[in-house]
């Protein structure tokens, strides 16, 4: 059993004074690591330790800061098999999988440290130039990093780099399922030299992240999870007026229209739902097609999902791993269930593996209404729902009918109408041909009950800001001292 009771506190690791829980290998279903949960007094060093070390960074160069985060960057790509691994062995991914998002991650530190110098404010001349306005873009302070288990390191980056790239400072909560690659993140940073209390990751359960997000000292949150979490978060949010950005789930619609790039869009179909067996947050989860080769997608799509190979996550031949913990794999066969009883019609899979553990089969529900409970709720595993359409109007239609807003895909050669169809779908990110790919340039964040804040692109950098207006008056006037000045 791998030890991980150390969180990274003030510079040093010390043991959290809680009690310790354990990781479950979803693959082997046997505890793999132990880590001691973060009590109160632990919650309050850590981000006493990030007030105090917000003073110097703050005032830390660009040049100095940057070279910190890439040289963090450099580390995890040097560790980079290692890191997979451990991802692997908390959250039963594929290795090749968790390989390529922590290179993301890597990147992500990257993207922001060559930020630093180009953070800029702007120069509003006002009347006559008697006068004018200058705008900076100062930190916050102690960012509370709250992420979830489907992608620790890749969330995380999401978060920490444009946070620390802003000035601010950090206190990471990971989930319980999967601290262990934060951890290694931790001793990465003390092994660069970040300074004492920049970086600080407490572990343990909801209860851990509770006292991080109701802490006084805490300036901003920012959060990944589920809804239901969000709404305590933002209610901790708004009791300390602090900023929090909520990164929430989908039911992503992918659209395929009769004129699709067909090969691409049924394999963009198939990766967007049963890529990390369908936890993702973007899951193309309802795939919409048009009523002229609905039969026919239907079809190529059962088959393509019988014939996905399941097993060992750590097996470069394996295309879907296990799912992430019994809790979950027990929610998504409840899931299958409902969409039984709502009269879907199941065209592939539908039950948990011949292979046993926590494997659960490809599944494809064909013709299901888009008001039943598989169209409506979030199953995070891999279960499809495809549902047909006759026009552009109706395909947009059934896309916004749903309380989420994350995600969207549209496959269509005629780019005229991919671009209009994706300008009507109220989300955050429409792939137009493509399906889950990212880029540390292309801001991501929901519409509706997704979330709101953004994370990647110069708009998280800006998330993470606060902005100063400083007016200068450059005449030699005395004013009215009882009248507003403008
Ligand atoms: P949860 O909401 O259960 O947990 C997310 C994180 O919040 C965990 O670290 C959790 O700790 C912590 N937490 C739980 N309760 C509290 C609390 N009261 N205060 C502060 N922190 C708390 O989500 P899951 O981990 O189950 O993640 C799945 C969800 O995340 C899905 O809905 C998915 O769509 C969404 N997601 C969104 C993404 C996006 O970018 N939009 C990306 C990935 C996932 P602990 O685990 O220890 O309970």
């Given at each position: 059993?791998?030890?991980?009771?150390?969180?990274?506190?003030?510079?040093?690791?010390?043991?959290?004074?809680?009690?310790?829980?354990?990781?479950?290998?979803?693959?082997?279903?046997?505890?793999?690591?132990?880590?001691?949960?973060?009590d109160?007094g632990?919650?309050?060093?850590?981000?006493?330790?990030?007030?105090?070390?917000?003073?110097?960074?703050?005032?830390?160069?660009?040049?100095?800061?940057?070279?910190?985060?890439?040289?963090?960057?450099?580390?995890?790509?040097?560790d980079?098999?290692?890191?997979?691994?451990i991802?692997?062995?908390?959250?039963?991914k594929?290795?090749?999988?968790?390989?390529?998002?922590?290179?993301?991650?890597?990147?992500?530190?990257?993207?922001?440290?060559?930020?630093?110098?180009?953070?800029?404010?702007?120069?509003?001349?006002m009347?006559?130039?008697?006068?004018?306005?200058?705008?900076?873009r100062?930190?916050?302070?102690?960012?509370?990093?709250?992420?979830a288990?489907?992608?620790?390191?890749?969330?995380?980056?999401?978060?920490?780099?444009?946070?620390?790239?802003?000035?601010?400072?950090?206190?990471?909560?990971?989930?319980?399922?999967?601290?262990a690659?934060?951890?290694?993140?931790?001793?990465?940073?003390i092994?660069?030299?970040?300074p004492?209390?920049?970086?600080n990751?407490?572990?343990?359960?909801?209860?851990?992240?509770?006292?991080?997000?109701?802490?006084?000292?805490?300036g901003?949150?920012?959060?990944?999870g589920?809804?239901?979490?969000?709404?305590?978060?933002?209610?901790?949010?708004?009791?300390?007026?602090?900023?929090?950005?909520?990164?929430?789930?989908?039911?992503?619609?992918?659209?395929?229209?009769?004129?699709?790039?067909?090969?691409?869009?049924i394999?963009?179909?198939?990766?967007?739902v049963?890529?990390?067996?369908?936890?993702?947050?973007?899951?193309?989860?309802?795939?919409?097609v048009?009523?002229?080769?609905?039969?026919?997608?239907?079809?190529?799509?059962?088959?393509?999902?019988?014939?996905?190979?399941?097993?060992?996550?750590?097996?470069?031949?394996?295309?879907?791993?296990?799912?992430?913990?019994r809790?979950?794999?027990?929610?998504v066969?409840?899931?299958?269930?409902?969409?039984?009883?709502?009269?879907?019609?199941?065209?592939?899979?539908g039950?948990?593996?011949?292979?046993?553990?926590?494997?659960?089969?490809?599944?494809?529900f064909?013709?299901?209404?888009?008001?039943?409970?598989?169209?409506?709720?979030?199953?995070f595993?891999?279960?499809?729902?495809?549902?047909?359409?006759d026009?552009?109007?109706?395909?947009?239609?059934?896309a916004?009918?749903?309380?989420?807003?994350?995600?969207?895909?549209?496959?269509?050669?005629?780019?005229?109408?991919?671009?209009?169809?994706?300008?009507?779908?109220?989300?955050?990110?429409?792939?137009?041909?493509?399906?889950?790919?990212?880029?540390?340039?292309?801001?991501?964040?929901?519409?509706?009950?997704?979330?709101?804040?953004?994370?990647r692109g110069t708009?998280?950098?800006l998330?993470?800001?606060?902005?100063?207006?400083?007016?200068?008056?450059?005449?030699d006037?005395v004013?009215?001292p009882?009248?507003?000045?403008?």
């Amino acid at each position: 059993m791998e030890s991980y009771r150390e969180q990274l506190i003030d510079g040093e690791l010390v043991r959290g004074h809680g009690p310790e829980f354990e990781s479950i290998n979803p693959y082997t279903e046997k505890p793999w690591a132990v880590f001691t949960e973060a009590d109160e007094g632990d919650v309050d060093r850590a981000v006493t330790a990030a007030e105090r070390a917000f003073e110097s960074w703050r005032k830390t160069s660009g040049v100095e800061r940057a070279r910190l985060m890439n040289a963090l960057a450099d580390v995890i790509e040097r560790d980079i098999d290692r890191l997979a691994q451990i991802e692997t062995n908390d959250n039963g991914k594929l290795i090749k999988e968790n390989r390529n998002q922590i290179l993301f991650a890597a990147r992500n530190f990257r993207f922001y440290a060559g930020y630093i110098d180009k953070i800029a404010g702007e120069v509003k001349t006002m009347d006559a130039y008697t006068s004018f306005d200058f705008t900076v873009r100062e930190p916050i302070g102690v960012c509370a990093l709250i992420t979830a288990w489907n992608s620790p390191l890749q969330l995380l980056s999401n978060k920490l780099p444009p946070a620390l790239a802003a000035g601010n400072t950090a206190v990471i909560k990971p989930s319980e399922f999967t601290s262990a690659s934060t951890l290694e993140l931790a001793s990465l940073a003390i092994e660069v030299g970040f300074p004492p209390g920049v970086i600080n990751v407490i572990t343990g359960f909801g209860s851990t992240g509770a006292l991080l997000t109701s802490h006084p000292g805490v300036g901003k949150i920012s959060f990944t999870g589920g809804i239901e979490t969000a709404k305590r978060i933002a209610a901790a949010a708004a009791a300390n007026i602090v900023p929090c950005s909520l990164e929430l789930g989908g039911k992503s619609a992918n659209i395929i229209f009769e004129d699709a790039p067909y090969e691409k869009a049924i394999a963009g179909a198939i990766g967007g739902v049963f890529a990390a067996a369908g936890q993702s947050c973007v899951a193309g989860s309802r795939l919409l097609v048009q009523a002229s080769i609905y039969e026919r997608v239907v079809e190529d799509i059962a088959q393509w999902a019988s014939r996905i190979k399941l097993g060992d996550p750590t097996d470069a031949e394996t295309q879907m791993g296990p799912i992430a913990f019994r809790g979950h794999y027990e929610r998504v066969l409840a899931h299958i269930a409902d969409a039984l009883e709502d009269g879907s019609r199941l065209v592939a899979g539908g039950h948990p593996a011949a292979l046993g553990g926590l494997f659960i089969e490809p599944t494809v529900f064909a013709d299901v209404d888009n008001s039943s409970r598989l169209a409506q709720n979030e199953v995070f595993g891999p279960i499809l729902a495809i549902i047909p359409f006759d026009d552009e109007a109706e395909a947009i239609a059934i896309a916004n009918d749903s309380r989420f807003g994350l995600a969207g895909g549209v496959w269509s050669k005629d780019v005229t109408r991919a671009l209009s169809v994706a300008k009507e779908i109220r989300s955050g990110i429409i792939w137009v041909n493509t399906y889950r790919t990212s880029a540390a340039q292309a801001p991501s964040g929901g519409f509706k009950q997704s979330g709101y804040g953004r994370e990647r692109g110069t708009e998280a950098l800006l998330d993470y800001t606060v902005v100063k207006s400083t007016l200068v008056d450059l005449t030699d006037t005395v004013r009215d001292p009882f009248v507003l000045g403008r």
